[in-house]
């Protein structure tokens, strides 16, 4: 693993209005993730895990502080131009799966693919060949009503990666699946940092989770208190 840092935050903090109040979810954060990294992020719940990934994905912005991602500075693009990065750059995977139920795997995995000027043979093409790497090449042309929750979470891992990003986000992918399948999914997330090169930053609020990441970040009260080798 290179050196080079791939996410570098610097004074990040996030403060949300709840009515007259100013709530402080995060508080001045620096950090430095390198390129291949596969960083857990712990805590309890209302710690900042979820607002910390938004931010470091483009879903939010800081209230203060910058964020550069690769070099480039997310925090001070437009809308417009933001959006573009993520969807060229970031790959989500979330707990609920967000599958479109009306589609097949393969259809679901190509959306991501519909905001590119790519032909829809190569659309399909490149989907196959993310349902290829998380197992599924079998299951393309099934809907989600006709898959397991952990093959509708490797549909879900295939959409995020189908585009190359250069970051995997992943909000309590196993929350919602039993320990069986939460391994095979865990399985596949090492798979895709150790032979693909991904860099992933996976929040989780469970230990047997976080022991598969390379770094284990630990966020209390909207700030880093704690960063061990897994």
């Known amino acids: 693993m290179a050196d080079e840092s791939l996410v570098r935050l610097r004074g990040v903090a996030k403060d949300y209005k709840r009515g007259a109040e ?34 470091i994905g483009g879903i939010d912005r800081p209230t203060s502080g910058s964020i550069e991602i690769a070099g480039t500075r997310t925090d001070s693009m437009t809308d417009g131009d933001l959006g573009k990065w993520r969807a060229h750059h970031v790959g989500f995977v979330f707990q609920m799966y967000n599958l479109l139920p009306v589609l097949t795997a393969e259809r679901n995995v190509e959306l991501p693919l ?53 970051l995997l986000l992943c909000d309590e992918p196993t929350g919602d699946l039993d320990r069986k399948s939460g391994d095979e999914i865990l399985d596949l997330l090492q798979a895709l940092n150790q032979q693909q090169g991904k860099t992933i930053i996976m929040v989780t609020h469970d230990p047997h989770a976080a022991a598969r990441a390379k770094h284990v970040l630990h966020l209390n009260k909207g700030q880093l208190s704690r960063e061990a080798a897994a």
């Open 114 to 166: 519909l905001l590119t000027k790519l032909p829809a043979a190569e659309r399909r093409k490149r989907a196959n060949a993310a349902l290829g790497l998380v197992g599924l090449s079998e299951r393309a042309h099934h809907k989600p009503r006709e898959l397991s929750g952990g093959q509708e979470q490797r549909v879900g891992i295939a959409r995020a990666i189908v585009s190359d990003p250069t």
């Open 22 to 55: 100013t709530v402080h979810v995060l508080h001045a954060l620096d950090l430095d993730i390198p390129r291949g990294d596969f960083l857990a992020l712990m805590g309890p719940s209302g710690s900042g895990k979820s607002t910390l990934l938004n931010l």
